[in-house]
């Protein structure tokens, strides 16, 4: 059964960091966080290629996210780093999983099957 967990979310003020992570039980060749406010569309906000280690970022969290993978041997784990948090990053972070099929999908939710059940971010002022 695949899952991905996330944890490490939580609320801070504004200016503070977070660093939430996401235990896998898959491999993929892709792993992505994206976040999502309600009445809005899931909205892709960093994402690693995990042969390339490539890494692609909304214009929105470049600068400030970091995502990362854990390569000690036998964990699966992938972090994202959050700095300098804004009010508007607060919203439910979820853990993807999956392979787009172009380095442009790489952050579009339709290009990842596997989904965690998300860990909520507030950012207060």
């Known amino acids: 059964q695949v899952q991905l967990v996330e944890s490490g979310g939580g609320s801070v003020q504004a200016g503070g960091s977070l660093r939430l992570s996401c235990a896998a039980s898959v491999y993929a060749y892709y792993f992505a966080w994206f976040r999502q406010v309600p009445g809005k569309e899931r909205e892709g906000v960093a994402a690693?290629?995990?042969?390339?280690?490539?890494?692609?970022?909304a214009d929105s969290v470049n600068g400030r996210f970091t995502i990362s993978r854990d390569k000690a041997e036998n964990t699966n784990r992938i972090y994202l780093e959050m700095n300098s948090l804004k009010l508007d990053d607060t919203a439910t972070y979820y853990c993807?999983?999956?392979?787009?099929?172009?380095?442009?999908?790489?952050?579009?939710?339709?290009?990842?099957?596997?989904w965690g059940q998300g860990t909520q971010v507030t950012v207060s002022s």
């Open positions: 690693l290629g995990i042969s390339t280690g490539s890494t692609y970022y």
């Open positions: 993807a999983a999956g392979l787009p099929l172009s380095t442009r999908q790489a952050l579009h939710p339709a290009a990842y099957r596997y």
